[in-house]
C-alpha cells in the first residue's frame, strides 16, 4: 500500500491492475502512452475513432481518467494517517479543466464517466472535512458531477437496448444513485426514480435463475458483484430498498463465482473476456483473487464473512451499515456443481478443480471455446485459459486470444468455432446438441456434444468425454468430430506448468511455444501441445 501510493504521488499509473507506468506528475488525459498517440480534447466525442491501429487501445487512454488510482492514495491517508486531499483535489480539478464537456476521448464511453464519478464521490466524502476542499472547489467538481452523468442519462438507451452488459448495470446504477445522495440536484427524482427501475430490471435480465451472467466472463461477473455491493450498501445506509429478486440474483451470482473458484488461491479461471477491470480496488490482494470483493457482498447479504475473517473491502463497503437482509451463508460444494442453465461444469476435489464450458448463449456471442476445459492443482492453473491481452492490437493477436486456437478445445483446420464479425461479434453460435455430468465409485464423467463451424460446413458435430479419476490428478479426454471429412482435427491444450504430462500414441503431437494473458496487456509464455488426427483423438493428462 505504501509503496502503491508513493508510486502514484510520483506520477507512475499501475494500469490493468498490473503493470506500472511513468507518466509524470503533470500527465495528459489524452495520450495513449504505447503508441503515442494523443486525442484531440476537443474533438466533440461522437466523432472519436477508438479502433484503429495508430491510436492504439482507448482503455489505455481511459484507465488513468476512470480515477481508480484515488483509492490507492485513500487508504493509505486512512492507514498512515496521512493528508494528500490536495493531490487528489488537484487530480479532480485537473481533470476538469482539461476535458470540456462532452469533448475528446473521455466522454465517449458511458461506463467511463459513471466510474469516474463513483471514484472520484469516493475520495471526495472521505475529504470531506479536508479545508482542501473550499466551497468553490466543491461547486466546481459538483458542477462537472452534474454534467457528466446527464451525459451518462441522455445516452444510456445504447446501454440498455444495444450493448446490454455490464456497461447497461453501470450506468443504470450510477444514474439512481446520484438522484438518491444528492437531491438537491434538478433532476435528482428523475434519475432516482428511473435508475433504481432500470439497474433492477438490468440485474434480473442479465443474471441467470443459476447465478451466471450475461458476459460469459469471469472478471466482468466480478465487476458485476462489485456493482452489486455498491448500489445495496448505499440504499441499505439510506433506506432504500430494492425489489427482492434483486437481492436473490445477487446471491445466485455471488454463489456461482464461489463454487468456480480454486480454494487455495481465491483465483478463477481466466474465462470469457479479461480487460483488467477491478473497478473499485479497496485491498492490496492481487487482481486475479476474487476473496476480497466475493466476502465483502457476502457479507452485506449474509452478514457473515465468506473466508473466516473479514476482509479489508468488507470494512470499506459496509462502515456504518448494519446488514440486514440474514440470507443463506454459501457452503462451497464438493464433488459435482452443474450449472445447467448456462452451461458451466464444476469437479471439486481435495486436491483438484476441473472447469468445463458447454453452454447456451443468451445475447450476443462472445467466447468461441465450446467444451474449453480449465484445470487447477493444489492452487496452480496447470490448464489455462489464454485470456485476453488487448482489445485493439494486431489482427494475429486478436485472432488468437479472440478465437478457440487459446483454449483447450478442438479445432479443424485452421477453422474458429465461430466466424468472427465486426468489433466483439461472432457469428453462427454452436447448439449445444446434450451436455451432462455424472459420477461412478471410482470417476466422474462429463458428456458434451455440440454443433459448431458452421460457417464450414453444416453439420459438423465435436463431442468430448471427459473422464476425471477419484484416486489420482488423472483425466481421459476424448474427442470426436463427425461431419469434418476433408479437415484435419485438432486437440489443442495450453500450459505454463511443468508438472503436467500429456499422453497419446495414436495422434501426431506438435509441442511449441505460445503466449498467453493472465493480466490485461502483458504477454506471458507457456507451452501449446496439439494432437491431430482424422479419427477419434483421446489425451491422457497426468499431473506428475
Given at each position: 500500500?505504501l509503496?502503491?501510493?508513493?508510486?502514484?504521488?510520483?506520477g507512475?499509473l499501475?494500469?490493468?491492475?498490473?503493470?506500472?507506468r511513468d507518466?509524470?506528475?503533470?500527465?495528459?488525459?489524452?495520450?495513449?502512452?504505447?503508441?503515442?498517440?494523443?486525442?484531440?480534447?476537443?474533438?466533440?466525442?461522437?466523432?472519436i475513432?477508438?479502433?484503429?491501429?495508430?491510436?492504439g487501445?482507448i482503455?489505455?487512454?481511459?484507465?488513468a481518467?476512470?480515477?481508480?488510482?484515488?483509492?490507492?492514495i485513500?487508504r493509505?491517508?486512512?492507514?498512515?494517517?496521512e493528508?494528500?486531499?490536495?493531490?487528489?483535489?488537484?487530480?479532480?480539478l485537473d481533470?476538469?479543466?482539461k476535458?470540456?464537456?462532452n469533448?475528446?476521448p473521455?466522454?465517449?464511453?458511458?461506463q467511463?464517466?459513471?466510474?469516474?464519478?463513483?471514484n472520484?464521490l469516493f475520495?471526495?466524502?472521505?475529504?470531506k472535512n479536508?479545508?482542501?476542499?473550499t466551497?468553490?472547489r466543491w461547486?466546481v467538481?459538483?458542477r462537472?458531477?452534474?454534467w457528466?452523468?446527464?451525459?451518462v442519462?441522455?445516452n444510456?438507451n445504447?446501454?440498455r437496448?444495444v450493448?446490454?452488459?455490464?456497461?447497461?448495470i453501470?450506468e443504470?446504477?450510477?444514474v439512481?444513485l446520484?438522484?438518491?445522495?444528492f437531491?438537491?440536484?434538478?433532476?435528482?427524482?428523475?434519475?432516482?426514480?428511473?435508475g433504481?427501475?432500470?439497474?433492477e430490471?438490468e440485474i434480473?435480465y442479465?443474471?441467470?435463475?443459476?447465478g451466471?451472467?450475461i458476459?460469459?466472463?469471469?472478471?466482468?461477473?466480478r465487476?458485476?458483484?462489485?456493482?452489486?455491493t455498491?448500489?445495496?450498501a448505499?440504499?441499505e445506509?439510506?433506506?432504500?430498498?430494492?425489489?427482492?429478486?434483486?437481492?436473490?440474483?445477487a446471491h445466485k451470482?455471488?454463489?456461482?463465482?464461489y463454487?468456480?473458484?480454486d480454494?487455495?488461491?481465491?483465483?478463477?479461471?481466466?474465462y470469457?473476456?479479461n480487460d483488467?477491470?477491478?473497478?473499485?480496488?479497496?485491498s492490496?490482494?492481487d487482481y486475479?483473487?476474487?476473496?476480497?470483493?466475493?466476502?465483502?457482498?457476502?457479507?452485506?447479504?449474509v452478514?457473515?464473512?465468506?473466508y473466516?475473517?473479514?476482509?479489508?473491502?468488507?470494512?470499506?463497503?459496509?462502515?456504518?451499515?448494519?446488514?440486514?437482509?440474514?440470507m443463506?451463508?454459501l457452503?462451497?460444494n464438493?464433488?459435482i456443481?452443474a450449472?445447467?442453465?448456462?452451461?458451466?461444469y464444476?469437479?471439486?476435489?481435495?486436491?483438484?478443480l476441473?472447469?468445463?464450458r458447454?453452454?447456451r448463449?443468451?445475447?450476443?456471442g462472445?467466447?468461441t471455446d465450446e467444451?474449453?476445459?480449465?484445470?487447477?492443482?493444489?492452487?496452480?492453473n496447470?490448464?489455462?485459459?489464454g485470456g485476453?491481452?488487448?482489445?485493439n492490437?494486431t489482427?494475429?493477436?486478436?485472432?488468437?486470444f479472440?478465437?478457440t486456437?487459446?483454449h483447450?478445445?478442438v479445432m479443424?483446420?485452421?477453422?474458429d468455432q465461430?466466424?468472427?464479425?465486426?468489433?466483439?461479434i461472432?457469428m453462427?453460435?454452436?447448439?449445444?446438441n446434450?451436455?451432462?455430468i455424472?459420477e461412478?465409485p471410482?470417476?466422474?464423467i462429463?458428456?458434451?456434444?455440440?454443433e459448431?463451424?458452421k460457417?464450414?460446413?453444416?453439420?459438423i458435430?465435436h463431442?468430448?468425454t471427459i473422464?476425471k479419476?477419484?484416486?489420482?490428478?488423472v483425466?481421459?479426454?476424448e474427442?470426436?468430430?463427425y461431419?469434418?471429412?476433408g479437415y484435419?482435427?485438432?486437440?489443442l491444450?495450453h500450459?505454463?506448468s511443468?508438472?503436467?504430462a500429456f499422453e497419446n500414441e495414436e495422434a501426431?503431437k506438435v509441442s511449441?511455444?505460445t503466449?498467453?494473458?493472465?493480466?490485461?496487456g502483458?504477454?506471458?509464455?507457456?507451452?501449446?501441445?496439439?494432437f491431430?488426427?482424422n479419427k477419434?483423438i483421446?489425451t491422457?493428462?497426468t499431473?506428475?
Amino acid at each position: 500500500m505504501l509503496l502503491k501510493a508513493e508510486r502514484i504521488l510520483s506520477g507512475q499509473l499501475r494500469y490493468f491492475s498490473a503493470e506500472w507506468r511513468d507518466l509524470g506528475k503533470d500527465w495528459s488525459w489524452h495520450l495513449n502512452y504505447t503508441t503515442g498517440f494523443e486525442y484531440d480534447r476537443l474533438q466533440h466525442w461522437t466523432c472519436i475513432n477508438e479502433l484503429n491501429l495508430q491510436s492504439g487501445d482507448i482503455k489505455y487512454v481511459w484507465e488513468a481518467s476512470r480515477f481508480c488510482f484515488l483509492y490507492d492514495i485513500v487508504r493509505y491517508d486512512y492507514h498512515y494517517n496521512e493528508d494528500h486531499s490536495e493531490f487528489v483535489i488537484g487530480k479532480i480539478l485537473d481533470w476538469i479543466e482539461k476535458n470540456p464537456l462532452n469533448c475528446g476521448p473521455n466522454y465517449k464511453c458511458s461506463q467511463e464517466i459513471s466510474l469516474r464519478v463513483l471514484n472520484w464521490l469516493f475520495a471526495l466524502n472521505f475529504y470531506k472535512n479536508s479545508d482542501t476542499l473550499t466551497d468553490e472547489r466543491w461547486n466546481v467538481i459538483i458542477r462537472s458531477i452534474y454534467w457528466q452523468i446527464r451525459h451518462v442519462y441522455s445516452n444510456i438507451n445504447f446501454s440498455r437496448y444495444v450493448v446490454r452488459n455490464n456497461h447497461a448495470i453501470t450506468e443504470t446504477m450510477t444514474v439512481y444513485l446520484m438522484g438518491l445522495m444528492f437531491p438537491i440536484l434538478s433532476d435528482s427524482k428523475k434519475w432516482r426514480k428511473k435508475g433504481k427501475r432500470w439497474f433492477e430490471q438490468e440485474i434480473d435480465y442479465q443474471i441467470a435463475e443459476d447465478g451466471s451472467f450475461i458476459q460469459n466472463s469471469m472478471n466482468y461477473h466480478r465487476v458485476l458483484i462489485q456493482l452489486l455491493t455498491i448500489a445495496i450498501a448505499i440504499s441499505e445506509k439510506n433506506g432504500d430498498k430494492f425489489k427482492v429478486k434483486t437481492y436473490e440474483k445477487a446471491h445466485k451470482a455471488l454463489n456461482f463465482l464461489y463454487q468456480c473458484q480454486d480454494e487455495v488461491s481465491g483465483w478463477l479461471p481466466n474465462y470469457g473476456f479479461n480487460d483488467g477491470a477491478l473497478f473499485f480496488p479497496l485491498s492490496d490482494y492481487d487482481y486475479r483473487n476474487y476473496q476480497p470483493q466475493l466476502d465483502a457482498l457476502h457479507y452485506l447479504l449474509v452478514g457473515k464473512t465468506l473466508y473466516g475473517s473479514l476482509m479489508e473491502d468488507s470494512y470499506w463497503v459496509t462502515a456504518s451499515i448494519r446488514p440486514t437482509l440474514n440470507m443463506q451463508a454459501l457452503v462451497r460444494n464438493n464433488g459435482i456443481t452443474a450449472f445447467e442453465t448456462s452451461g458451466y461444469y464444476v469437479i471439486r476435489e481435495d486436491l483438484t478443480l476441473s472447469f468445463i464450458r458447454c453452454g447456451r448463449w443468451k445475447g450476443k456471442g462472445d467466447c468461441t471455446d465450446e467444451l474449453h476445459l480449465d484445470v487447477w492443482y493444489k492452487g496452480e492453473n496447470v490448464l489455462i485459459d489464454g485470456g485476453s491481452f488487448r482489445y485493439n492490437t494486431t489482427p494475429k493477436l486478436i485472432r488468437y486470444f479472440g478465437g478457440t486456437e487459446s483454449h483447450n478445445t478442438v479445432m479443424i483446420g485452421a477453422n474458429d468455432q465461430m466466424e468472427r464479425g465486426p468489433r466483439f461479434i461472432w457469428m453462427y453460435p454452436p447448439t449445444i446438441n446434450s451436455a451432462k455430468i455424472s459420477e461412478s465409485p471410482s470417476q466422474y464423467i462429463f458428456e458434451g456434444e455440440i454443433e459448431a463451424f458452421k460457417h464450414v460446413r453444416k453439420g459438423i458435430r465435436h463431442k468430448r468425454t471427459i473422464t476425471k479419476d477419484k484416486k489420482h490428478a488423472v483425466w481421459f479426454v476424448e474427442d470426436v468430430v463427425y461431419n469434418a471429412e476433408g479437415y484435419t482435427v485438432s486437440q489443442l491444450w495450453h500450459t505454463a506448468s511443468n508438472h503436467i504430462a500429456f499422453e497419446n500414441e495414436e495422434a501426431n503431437k506438435v509441442s511449441k511455444g505460445t503466449v498467453y494473458s493472465s493480466y490485461y496487456g502483458i504477454l506471458e509464455p507457456c507451452k501449446q501441445i496439439e494432437f491431430s488426427s482424422n479419427k477419434m483423438i483421446k489425451t491422457k493428462i497426468t499431473i506428475q
